[in-house]
């Protein structure tokens, strides 16, 4: 079983950016989907932002339509990490980031423990 570990969260002012990242050691990142999901308080867990490179033809990234156009997500194969670059943060984006060994949160079957994001002024 997979060990994720998320960091690069904290505060930030809206319009701001963050990266963060998503280690996965052992874990192989070309043949594996990884996901990035986040919490936010009283709201339920929602998914951001998936990177599959199990294809041998293309690689696959998928955004939630709410960070379409600021938010990146990729991959080093040699550092076993995911990244998710953020930009024009906005205060609807605190919440807590988590990344997990799949796409679809029911065949997750491990989950990071978690790094916050607040965006206030």
């Known amino acids: 079983q997979a060990q994720l570990v998320e960091s690069g969260g904290g505060l930030v002012q809206p319009g701001g950016s963050l990266t963060l990242s998503c280690a996965v050691p052992?874990?192989?990142?070309?043949?594996?989907?990884i996901g990035w999901f986040r919490q936010a308080p009283g709201k339920e867990r929602e998914k951001v932002s998936c990177i599959d490179s199990s294809s041998e033809i293309n690689e696959f990234k998928y955004y939630v339509d709410s960070v379409k156009g600021r938010f990146t997500v990729s991959r080093d194969n040699a550092k076993n990490k995911v990244y998710l670059q953020m930009t024009g943060l906005t205060e609807d984006d605190t919440a807590v980031y988590y990344c997990a060994t799949d796409c679809d949160p029911d065949y997750v079957d491990s989950w990071g423990p978690g790094t916050q994001v607040t965006v206030s002024s």
């Open positions: 052992g874990f192989s990142l070309d043949t594996h989907v």
